[in-house]
């Protein structure tokens, strides 16, 4: 059974207009998710290595400095620090780069 929240008196006249607001940055979301990683040809079934290659060549500068703005601290110097984690797949997406297996 699903569990009923309480919600607030001094909310509740705006409770729709929240929702509503909250919906509409989620659509916003899904939508700039699309874009960026455009159709989906594979339905929902893992793509092979060279289709995420490709996918990957299609991403322009500007795209890869707002995915790390994203998800690094910009530091006052201007300079972005990134988690390990993202760190290792930036170097290895750019030794493919360079091994000319993908296009950026």
């Known amino acids: 059974m699903a569990k009923v929240t309480d919600i607030p008196k001094e909310i509740a006249d705006s409770w ?7 919906h509409g940055r989620l659509v916003e979301q899904r939508n700039e998710f699309k874009k960026r990683t455009g159709t989906r040809p594979f339905k929902g079934q893992e793509i092979s290595q060279n289709e995420k ?3 990957l060549g299609n991403i322009t500068a500007q795209d ?20 390990n984690d993202m760190l290792k797949q930036a170097k290895n997406i750019h030794k493919l780069s360079q091994q000319g297996e993908i296009n950026l």
Do not use: A, N, S, Y
């Not at 729709?16 to 909250?22: C, N, P, S, Y």
């Open 64 to 83: 890869w400095t707002d995915i790390f703005k994203k998800h690094g601290i910009v530091k006052e110097d201007g300079r972005i620090l990134l988690p």
């Open 53 to 55: 290659m490709i996918q």
């Open 16 to 22: 729709d207009d929240i929702v509503k607001t909250f």
